[in-house]
């Protein structure tokens, strides 16, 4: 997994501006305060399919990408699926290092 990636997850997490688990993320797409969605590829498909539903409305971005127990290691959490990130410029650096370094998830 890309360390970077999952450094700057604990920044923004320690930061408070890292939220996880379906039903928050979901609230805060909802409000409009949420740029960015990372849902782990190992995440069921019917979650994916929620979270792409709930992007598309609005505007936040959404990254499948990779898997639950890394990602859940790194802020301290065991086994979630849906990680938001609520502030832009986080947003911003994450995305881009996950499209930089995207294959060595999968």
């Given at each position: 997994m890309n360390n970077?990636?999952?450094r700057y997850f604990?920044?923004?997490k320690k930061a408070g501006m890292l939220f996880v688990g379906y039903n928050t993320c979901e609230l805060y797409i909802t409000k409009g305060k949420m740029p960015l969605v990372i849902v782990a590829s190992d995440a069921a498909k019917n979650t994916i399919d929620k979270f792409?539903?709930?992007t598309y409305k609005?505007?936040?971005n959404l990254i499948v990408w990779g898997n639950k127990e890394?990602?859940?290691h790194a802020v301290g959490v065991v086994n979630s699926t849906v990680f938001g990130i609520t502030d832009q410029?986080?947003?911003e650096v994450i995305q881009s290092e996950i499209e930089k370094?995207?294959?060595e998830m999968l």
């Open positions: 970077k990636v999952l604990g920044l923004a792409e539903s709930l609005r505007s936040t890394e990602m859940s410029k986080f947003a370094h995207g294959d």
